[in-house]
């Protein structure tokens, strides 16, 4: 029924062979091939932004990317990212911007790819740049705050 | 040694860690050796008989382990009020969507291949759509065994009548002849999606023993575990419930959703079978909040007084009553507000209609009435010629008023919420607001007030050999942060670091029952447990050491960091493992604090009020809040912008500050959405917008950064250091707050929810001059 080819991906710095179907997403193999369950399916739709993963460092929705077209592409997801994902970490922390945790993992990705492109970003342009993800859970101050500590230099 | 209190920090939560690196597990996130996966067939049809399955093709399909079909489960019906609904569809679909038959396969896709290969020939019936069509003569039965069913409390129910509740105080006709002036109005408001993050799901496990364990995303394992029971007639003592993270309920996962169906799955194959509902089945087959019509007349004194007030609701329950007939109740009874209005009656009506089930969603009928009454007062208040505010103080209730239908009240902070409230938004210098060229500004304000507390609730506190303790509730951390809140009240009460508690997983078969993570109850009545578990500990570990030091237990005090010495002789002192160490091995057993408790204060007292349906004897302890929020209209697209907002709640006591920050603002921006764009919508019998591209919830750019939250302290006298609950208060009145500050903007009265663009726009054009 679904043809199987064999694919290796570069996800969080370690080559990683998998065997998706042509129409597998990324998300499906990074879960269920790879148990890296951080990215989260929300609504696979791409519009929840849960899935988000970095792909050579741009936010992607990993539930409307196909995995094989993510051949020789450098993965990264909340599992392996470091840098300033760690600081973001702990402004996160600090700023008690995580509650339920579904969006986490995906906020703050996308956070640590606005805060590389933009170092110094304004409060506005955080809520620009986290428009895309949803959160159910904390009404986003907090978190654009968690961000903006990063960004601003503010945080730890 | 002194050490500073737990209680008031904003402390990180206990797993916040986890949730940073991606380590949490979800439901989804779980995988079984032999797992399956689930799907399900839903019905094409809201209303019509089953008349028979063709399964066959399904059975045959790659990887398919199993189908069971309505005929599969026997006849047991689950239901918190009224038990009404199947595990499944059996005999017929009530509404669109309605699970019919569920499908196990080796893969997920090969599950929802087969489950296209499923044909079901239906009979089908009129479609019962509104509540007008369910009122009609001679209206198509959606329940024709009503009579029959077990109902958990005297519910006044009948053709397409689901539950009729009553409440009343004073004299109304009275009241109006007391009345200079009386406004009514009707009132209307949308099903609202929860659209938690993580879809609902559940993975079920059969033991050699068939033993089930089931691990699914909710708010209560107990619920989950009676309610699975219930409908699959398995004893309790058969099915264990557990919880991994959730990724947030709202209301959504109080009750069960597919976790009957899996376990059956999983009861028929043996293999333990995940199922994760898509978002578009999350929104079709699980619960909204309940459509409400809700007329409301009011009548005032001249100087502002409220007099009377009468209050007509129409609930729209949808197939199955679920939490209906409570959240109806409750929604009468909160229809009065924070204020004294000495003659008032509420009454409801809760129908049956072919649409997907209503259920508990954050605020719980109250800001539906909360809508349509707040916005009233503030017409009134025009009328008038009286400050909005002022009006709310002046009828505000007070130290010595009871709540509506007679309940004491411990503790009010209300005036101190609205003089937050006013102060913090500059209230006063409202006029000055400066609005762009085609844009106008407006404060609109109102004030609420929320329950927590209800049924059973339990805490368990073990010291560990080393001095260390393991607490153990049983209640489900949504998200909301109860694990972190609960673990500071346990270390503060036994003055031990918050590192030395460790805080177990619900579990039905080691957890103390707890009635769920729902009534924004578990600071307070689980906290209460936990407190009082604590001090039972304490007593343990006094009569140790009383015998150790000989001394009086009285001489006694707990020292911080686990030790237990005399008073005032610094010296004399023992550390909790010499305490547990002798406990353990030589006298007394280990030491295991518990306590159990249920809220007993009456709701209703006889000898003021007059109760007909009312679903909950004992409810629960009053928070209150005030809100104000400032919005911009665009006066070319009716567009409004929340640009501000100041939500204030007295919490009795905040055990973490952040947290409940976390929770007003979090209510506000659920509200918002409510307020502005959310509304699950009907195309004839068929969802017409089940996902995230057509239903919209706000993101950064709609909630307003400058969102305030104040928090007001006036402690309960039986909360835990003073503590009420904060889980739903923020959300009651935001649509309110929003259409008093558009009406202020524009002069439009809004009194349908969500205020769209488009109904801004025409009631702006309305306005004007020839319009």
Redesign the interface.
Known sequence: ??VRQTLVLRVNDAEREVRPALHDTLLTVL?DEL???????????G??G?CTVLVDGRPVRACLTLAHTCRGAAIT???GVTGIADRL?SA?????A????????AM?LVAAALVAERPGAS?EE???G???????????????DAVCAVAQGTGR | MSVESLIGRSLPRLEVREKLTGRAQYTADLYRPGMLHGALVGSPHAHARIVSYDVRAARAAPGVRCVLTGDDFGDHRMGAFIKDEHAIAKGKVRYVGEPVVAIAAETEEQARAAALLVEVRYEELPAILTPEDALAPGAALVHEDLASYFKVFEAVCGGNVCSRTELAEGDLAQGWRESDLVVESEYRTPAQAHVSLEPCGALAEVDPAGRVTLWSANQSVFRIQASVCESLGLPMSRLRCLTPRVGAGFGNKMEAHIQPIVVQLALATGRPVKLILSREEDFEIVRTRHPFQIRVKTGVRNDGTFVAREVEVVADGGAYADDSPGVLGYSLLMARGPYRIPHTRCRGTLVYTNKLRAGAFRGFGNPQVSFATETQIDEIAARLGIDPVEIRRKNALGTDDRWFCGQRLGSIGLAECIAVAERESGWADRAKLASAPGKRRGLGFACTAHISGLLGTGAIVRLLEDGSVVLNTGAVDIGQGSDTVLTQICADALKIPLDRVSIASPDTDGSPYNWGTTASRVTYTTGRAVFAAAREVERQIKTHAAELLECAESDLELRPGGVVGIKGVPGKELPFVAISARAHWRKGGPIIGTNSWVFDQPTFDPKRAVAIGLPFPQIGVYSFGALCVEVEVDEITGKVDARRAWTVADVGRAINRASVEGQLEGAFAQGLGFALVEEVVWDGPRLANPTLMDYKVPTTLEVPYELHAHIVESPDPDGPFGAKGVGEIGINVVAAAVANAVAAATGVRLRQLPMTPERVLRGVLASQPGG
């Not at chain 1, 148990?35 to 739709?45: D, F, V």
């Not at chain 1, 996160?92 to 008690?96: I, L, M, S, V, Y």
Request: with cysteine; proline share 0%.
């Open positions: 029924m679904s879960r148990q890296l369950t951080g990215a989260k399916r929300g609504c696979n739709h519009v929840c849960a997801t909340i599992e970490r996160f922390e600090d700023a008690n995580v509650q339920c945790g579904f969006c986490t993992s703050v409060i955080i809520r620009t986290l428009s895309g993800n949803l959160c159910r859970c904390t009404g986003y101050r907090k978190i654009v």
